[in-house]
T-cell receptor
Framework: AQTVTQSQPEMSVQEAETVTLSCTYD???????LFWYKQPPSRQMILVIR??????QNATENRFSVNFQKAAKSFSLKISDSQLGDTAMYFC????????????FGKGTKLTVNP | AAGVIQSPRHLIKEKRETATLKCYPI?????VYWYQQGPGQDPQFLIS???????DKGSIPDRFSAQQFSDYHSELNMSSLELGDSALYFC????????????FGPGTRLTVT
């Protein structure tokens, strides 16, 4: 079974600074996808970024980027120039490609951006 | 852009009652997923449908059933409700085998009293 671990239950950062959220996963599969989802106080689940396991290049979406270390099974999210609207719960998620494509989530990291 | 629609947004039921949650996926998406998120928990996969056929099943109680209809909307039926069923129920849709990105609806908050 696949597991996803987020070791930081809570983090805080000052506005305009950079913060990195950690995620590790365990799988014996070779073809999979990794995602970061954001859940603000509204409870909406918002897709932040996606990484294909077969790609060596780290994904980037504006202020959000990942550091994907396949051998170490690590998938961290870096948020640059943090904004107040980034305050949310962040979930790391794993999906096997070619399987049912269900998402397996970590327990989440609650990020607070302080003014 | 069109998003996933869920109805109702809030639902209050008593123990042992029945609830039906509806999901309308993004147009042209071929796969629907249902997740349950308890208070302070991460979302847990319940069930999925690909092209109207059940494709996978997670830790879904036997009291729950779901289906996807010819217009691709999906319904989650929950019977003999228990207090522990109180949760946020998400529906997500994707264009499987293309982008693998799942887009979530706003969720239905079910409260069982």
């Amino acid at each position: 079974a696949q597991t996803v671990t987020q070791s930081q239950p809570e983090m805080s950062v000052q506005e305009a600074e950079t913060v990195t959220l950690s995620c590790t996963y365990d799988t014996s599969e070779s073809n999979y996808y990794l995602f970061w989802y954001k859940q603000p106080p509204s409870r909406q689940m918002i897709l932040v970024i996606r990484q294909e396991a077969y790609k060596q290049q780290n994904a980037t979406e504006n202020r959000f980027s990942v550091n994907f270390q396949k051998a170490a099974k690590s998938f961290s999210l870096k948020i640059s120039d943090s904004q107040l609207g980034d305050t949310a719960m962040y979930f790391c998620a794993f999906m096997i490609q070619g399987g049912s494509e269900k998402l397996v989530f970590g327990k989440g990291t609650k990020l607070t951006v302080n003014p | 852009a069109a998003g996933v629609i869920q109805s109702p947004r809030h639902l209050i039921k008593e123990k042992r009652e029945t609830a039906t949650l509806k999901c309308y996926p993004i147009p042209r998406h071929d796969t629907v997923y249902w997740y349950q998120q308890g208070p302070g928990q991460d979302p847990q996969f319940l069930i999925s449908f690909y092209e109207k056929m059940q494709s996978d099943k997670g830790s879904i109680p036997d009291r729950f059933s779901a289906q996807q209809f010819s217009d691709y909307h999906s319904e989650l039926n929950m019977s003999s409700l228990e207090l522990g069923d109180s949760a946020l129920y998400f529906c997500a849709s994707s264009l499987t085998r293309t982008t693998y990105e799942q887009y979530f609806g706003p969720g239905t908050r079910l409260t069982v009293t």
